[in-house]
T-cell receptor, first 111, second 115 residues
């Protein structure tokens, strides 16, 4: 039973436009939410996170939104750049030591 | 500062064999976690080691075992390999400061193919 779901396997966006990646989770007890980015032949790299006590966190072009009542997490990238093309994983931290990942969304930013 | 490294990069084994994958943690980190990423899926937590003791385990059978050494390098051992064990194995290190979440830094992974 998937605890973290990314329902869009892929997303294609024009350079300069907004990319919105979505994630749903099932357990309301999760307290820390993260986005990781992965390029081919590399390990996932941390992008941005948010704790359950917040509903928004910004870092440059990246903003993560958390809707606890809907158990929904989203990542906005504005403006999107070709170098953002990668696989994006949503993850939740369970009991501080275990990350539970979604299946990932492939983002393609077209120039 | 040296990042997380893993060896080997690729490995091919046959069903029933045993394999050992290695991970060198980022300098100063005391915790290592191992994940299995099957094709088209996200990484799945196998287990975590903190100061050489297992500190949490995912839904993997006992034939998946691990070690963490005093220098905080780590090994993942898999016995009696099955075809479904074919995957990318990721190691992640972190510094446990007792916070609710301690950022994990991933290595590039070892691609294991079981024939």
């Amino acid at each position: 039973d998937q605890q973290v779901k990314q329902n869009s396997p892929s997303l294609s966006v024009q350079e300069g436009r907004i990319s919105i990646l979505n994630c749903d989770y099932t357990n309301s007890m999760f307290d820390y939410f993260l986005w990781y980015k992965k390029y081919p032949a590399e390990g996932p790299t941390f992008l941005i996170s948010i704790s359950s006590i917040k509903d928004k966190n910004e870092d440059g072009r990246f903003t993560v939104f958390l809707n606890k009542s809907a158990k929904h997490l989203s990542l906005h990238i504005v403006p999107s750049q070709p170098g953002d093309s990668a696989v994006y994983f949503c993850a939740v931290s369970e009991y501080g030591n275990k990350l539970v990942f979604g299946a990932g969304t492939i983002l393609r930013v077209k120039s | 500062e040296t990042g997380v490294t893993q060896s080997p990069t690729h490995l091919i084994k046959t069903r029933g064999q045993q394999v050992t994958l290695r991970c060198s943690s980022q300098s100063g980190h005391n915790t290592v976690s191992w994940y299995q990423q099957a094709l088209g899926q996200g990484p799945q937590f196998i287990f975590q080691y903190y100061r050489e003791e297992e500190n949490g385990r995912g839904n993997f059978p006992p034939r998946f075992s691990g070690l963490q050494f005093p220098n905080y390098s780590s090994e993942l051992n898999v016995n009696a390999l099955e075809l479904d064990d074919s995957a990318l194995y990721l190691c992640a290190s972190s510094l446990d400061r007792g916070a609710s979440y301690n950022e994990q830094f991933f290595g590039p992974g070892t691609r294991l193919t079981v024939l």
